[in-house]
Every structure is written in structure tokens, then in C-alpha cells.
């Protein structure tokens, strides 16, 4: 507000130096009107988003969720995080989007309107979990550079499209393929047309797998603008950062998709363990497939109070990449012990599981909730911070929150 009220104070000629150019018939500009540049955007009203969800960075959008945010089984628009590397598309005309398909493993580049997804190909249905690589990044320590998520760059909605595979079928791919990169139409920070903000892609087995959709519709609706509309790639169980938004192009590789944010330390940890704050040549980095087991605790809200004597309820989500989770455990007392906690089974493979159990506490005191899944090869969440990596990728310590008993 002070910085409104200072603008509105400046000259009209300050205000062009401010700009970075003249404001062309300022004459006519309204009296005490605040020119757009000036006024701050309302991500809440723009993107439909819940006031409680946290802002990290506002060029490109990057938002997150808390964790009681996170409570319906199918995540809504309103609590979804919105991870970006660029900006949004400002010209988005779907009745003129179209798809193409080329790249060294394809013999004739084959492009389809919308219209023509949505007819030809039989459309398909899934809950996908798509979890940013740096969700909890804000934990490591040493810090690592980027947005620092806490545990909100996480959800699982419904999406409906047509199966990659189908599309590749369809255009005919060679047998050298190996991997296929999307490119969008969102635009690098910079404005230069030549650059891409990000154009990251996975490998030919995954690309082929029945849940990987190419997208147009998100819970029954048109895919919001923020996350990929008209069209994304959605590959569940992986990085997010693979499922593409505002996608226009899929090129079907014969290397390793070297596309931006595919090379360097991007999106990859050490392939062996390091320890914190060593330095790993871009060499011995790993590209993050499969995403680590997790859970969440969405209900209660950390921090809740609870009259002694009475049971708690607590509920939330898990979920383990490529896997199932094959085992739910919830620790009141700091780990040293383990109780089993129902868990469902998934509504679709690659879509986050549900628990819910009632807590007894023994006497009036704090308390923390902690929850630990275990997937189907046996893996658990660490209890804390799992092994360092410079990029601050793939924490999936177990969740807690604090309760008081009165």
C-alpha cells in the first residue's frame, strides 16, 4: 500500500523513468489512475487459487499449497501448486492449437488440431500425482538454491485426454527412439523467442505407458491457464517438471532428450551418495525418473489442540512414484515406536493413496504425529532429512505435526 500511495504521489514524467518508457497519451490517463505496470497482480483472483496458499516467486509463478489444502481425495484447481519456469502463454487461440509429433525418430512429422485429438484417438481418464523434484527443498542443509518448497508442491487431480502412445502409434515412430522432449508455448523470463523456458521429456518406455495422457481436461473441465491450457503432457509418478504444460510439440529422440533443464545438475541428484555441500561434476548426476515414497498428513492442522481423553483423527495421502504404497504408520513419540495405519488401495496406478485412523494420547502434554509409508519393494520414508543433494531434490522425510493435549 505505501508503494501505491508513493507511485500515485510521483510525476507522470517519473513515472515513464520508472517504466522504462514514455507513457503514450498520459493527457488522457484518468486523474489518480494507476497505471497497470504499477498494480500489483492478485494470483489468488487470477488463477482461482485458495488466500491460504503460499506465493514463492511471482516472475515465473511458482505456488504452493499448504498441507490442509491438500485434504480432498481429488485435488481442485483451488489448492493445486502451480510450478513454472517461464511465462504464461498471453495468446492462447485453441481453436487454432495443434500438436506436432517429429524429431530424428519419426520419418514424417505429423501435426493434429485439437479437435482432432479429442475425435481420433479414444479418451482416457486418470488421477496422477505430480509432485515437484524440490518439494521440500526448504529442509536441506546446506541450503539449496531455488524455490523453497515445504511440503505443498504435491496434488492429485483427474485428468482426461488421449494416451501418448496412441499419438506415436499413429505417427509412427522408428526403433531407434529412445526418449521423447516437449516443447510450449510458455515464454522465457528474458522474452527472447529463441529460448525455451523448459523442454524436458522421459524415456520411450515411460512415454509409452497407458497413464501418460497428452491432456485437455482437468477434473471434467477445461485445464485451467496456469496449468497447461490447452493441452499438457501428464506422466504421473514423476517430477513434475516431465509433465509439460501449453505443449505444442513432442519430439521423439534417438539420444537422451537434450532439450532445457534436461542437461547439467537440473532436475538429476548424485548418483552416488555425497556428502553435504560437496561439489558433483555434471557427469556423475543422475536424471530423477520415479518419484521416492512420501506421505502427508492433510487433517488436522499442525498445531491443533485436543481435549485429554479424546481420540484424534488424522488423515491424509501417500504415495511412492512408479509404486504402491504397501503400508501406512503413524509415531507419537518422536519414532521410537510404530502403529499401523489403514491405507486404500489407488484409484488408478500412479494415483496418491488415502489414509485415515484415530490417535489416543496418553496424557495432557505436546505431542507430535508423525507419518511413515512404506512402498511395495519394502522401502520406507526416512524418519528426517534423507541424503543431501545440491539441488535440494527429492525430500521425502517423513511428515509431522504438532498437537497439544489440554
Request: net charge neutral; with cysteine; aromatic share 8%.
Amino acid at each position: 500500500m505505501k508503494r501505491r500511495n508513493f507511485i500515485k504521489r510521483t510525476t507522470l514524467g517519473s513515472l515513464s523513468t520508472l517504466i522504462g518508457a514514455e507513457i503514450v497519451f498520459a493527457d488522457t490517463m484518468p486523474k489518480g489512475y494507476l497505471p497497470l505496470a504499477f498494480q500489483d497482480p492478485d494470483p489468488f483472483k487470477m488463477f482461482n487459487k485458495n488466500k491460504e496458499m503460499e506465493v514463492l516467486n511471482d516472475k515465473p509463478w511458482n505456488i504452493e499449497a499448504k498441507a490442509h489444502l491438500l485434504d480432498d481425495k481429488i485435488t481442485p484447481n483451488s489448492s493445486m501448486f502451480i510450478r513454472n519456469n517461464g511465462l504464461i502463454p498471453e495468446q492462447i487461440d485453441a481453436n487454432t492449437w495443434t500438436l506436432t509429433i517429429d524429431g530424428e525418430s519419426v520419418d514424417t512429422p505429423k501435426s493434429y488440431t485439437l479437435e482432432e485429438l479429442k475425435t481420433k484417438f479414444n479418451q482416457h481418464t486418470y488421477q496422477l500425482t505430480l509432485e515437484c523434484g524440490g518439494n521440500g527443498r526448504s529442509e536441506f542443509d546446506p541450503p539449496a538454491k531455488g524455490n523453497q518448497w515445504t511440503v505443498g508442491a504435491v496434488s492429485c487431480a483427474s485428468w482426461t485426454g488421449v494416451r501418448l502412445r496412441d499419438i506415436l502409434e499413429d505417427v509412427g515412430v522408428n526403433n531407434d527412439a529412445v526418449y521423447i522432449g516437449y516443447h510450449a508455448a510458455d515464454v522465457h523470463l528474458s522474452r527472447d523467442p529463441q529460448k525455451e523456458p523448459i523442454s524436458r521429456g522421459a524415456p520411450m518406455a515411460k512415454a509409452m505407458q497407458d497413464e501418460t495422457l497428452i491432456a485437455f481436461q482437468m477434473n471434467g473441465k477445461d485445464i485451467p491457464l496456469a496449468h497447461g491450457y490447452p493441452l499438457r503432457l501428464v506422466a504421473g509418478g514423476w517430477p513434475a517438471s516431465v509433465s509439460g504444460k501449453w505443449v505444442n510439440r513432442i519430439s521423439v529422440r534417438n539420444i537422451v532428450h537434450d532439450g532445457t533443464k534436461m542437461t547439467g545438475t537440473a532436475y538429476r541428484v548424485p548418483c552416488n551418495p555425497v556428502a553435504p555441500g560437496e561439489k558433483v561434476k555434471d557427469e556423475d548426476m543422475c536424471i530423477i525418473e520415479s518419484m521416492p515414497v512420501k506421505s502427508l498428513i492433510t487433517y488436522p492442522r499442525s498445531g491443533a489442540t485436543i481435549k485429554e481423553g479424546k481420540a484424534l483423527d488424522i488423515r491424509g495421502h501417500a504415495w511412492a512414484g512408479e509404486l504402491e504404497v504397501s503400508k501406512m504408520e503413524y509415531s507419537i513419540d518422536f519414532g521410537a515406536s510404530w502403529n499401523d495405519c489403514p491405507i486404500e488401495k489407488p484409484y488408478n496406478r500412479l494415483a496418491w493413496q488415502h489414509f485415515a485412523t484415530k490417535i489416543d494420547f496418553p496424557k495432557k502434554g505436546y505431542y507430535e504425529v508423525w507419518a511413515k509409508a512404506t512402498d511395495s519393494r519394502g522401502i520406507s520414508q526416512p524418519m528426517l532429512l534423507p541424503g543431501w543433494n545440491p539441488k535440494g531434490y527429492l525430500n521425502n522425510a517423513c511428515h509431522r505435526i504438532a498437537i497439544k493435549v489440554v
